[in-house]
């Protein structure tokens, strides 16, 4: 009971804050935020839950409030780790929502992970409604393509020593929160080889 009573007061948190964000945009009315919060759901997973899997349709978008979520690929049995999500950031899959194609890759939580998600039904009610947050969602995945197409052009053009860098100035968080062998395979190494590699960059 107690358990259950923590994670109602843990989700009407997240509300509240969703709630707060809202109204720091100036734009919408109590009844509209309440209207606006009541369209989406909060989700807790526990470490190592999934939250879609390969051959799975995505018919829902999520946005990270505290947490991290890895994405993997499965190559002849081996994982093939491409992204970590983390608080503030989307998760969504444009083609398996719209046009309801299967995804090629798994979702995982690295973390104890919870999660605010929206059905895209409610999503296109969401935007009906309030045209401006339809607004706010195409720029914020605009931003997200640009900095997800950088981040590919890095992994191509660098060395795995220069990308560990670059995770270091850009996204130091990951190395305290994510298992050496799950940074290695986003790395493109072994783990054998980032920790040689840590070596040489302390020895410097």
């Known amino acids: 009971m107690a358990k259950q009573f923590s ?23 109590n009844e509209d935020i309440d209207a606006a919060v009541e369209l989406i759901t909060i989700k807790t997973l526990k470490k190592g839950e999934h939250l879609l899997r390969e051959g799975e349709v995505s018919a829902k978008s999520y ?10 690929y499965l190559v002849n049995g081996e994982e093939k780790t491409t992204f970590f999500y983390t608080e503030g950031q989307s998760i969504f899959s444009p083609n398996s929502n719209t046009e309801r194609i299967p995804v090629k890759y798994y979702l995982s939580c690295v973390e104890y ?6 059905s895209l039904e409610n999503q296109k009610e969401m935007y009906s409604r309030f045209p401006v947050l339809e607004s706010m969602s195409r720029l914020s995945l605009q931003e997200e393509l640009h900095n997800y197409q950088e981040m590919l052009a890095t992994y191509i053009t660098t060395s795995p020593e220069e990308r560990y860098l670059n995770l270091l100035k850009f996204r130091p968080e990951l190395l305290n929160r994510v298992p050496q062998y799950q940074l290695a395979s986003y790395l493109g190494v072994t783990p054998e080889s980032l920790s040689r590699i840590r070596k040489r960059i302390l020895l410097k």
């Open 113 to 118: 992970t919870t999660l605010s998600v929206i």
């Open 63 to 72: 946005s990270i409030v505290s947490g991290c979520v890895r994405q993997y």
């Open 7 to 29: 994670e109602t007061a843990h989700i009407d948190s997240v509300k509240n804050g969703i709630k707060k964000c809202f109204a720091e945009l100036d734009t919408f009315t």
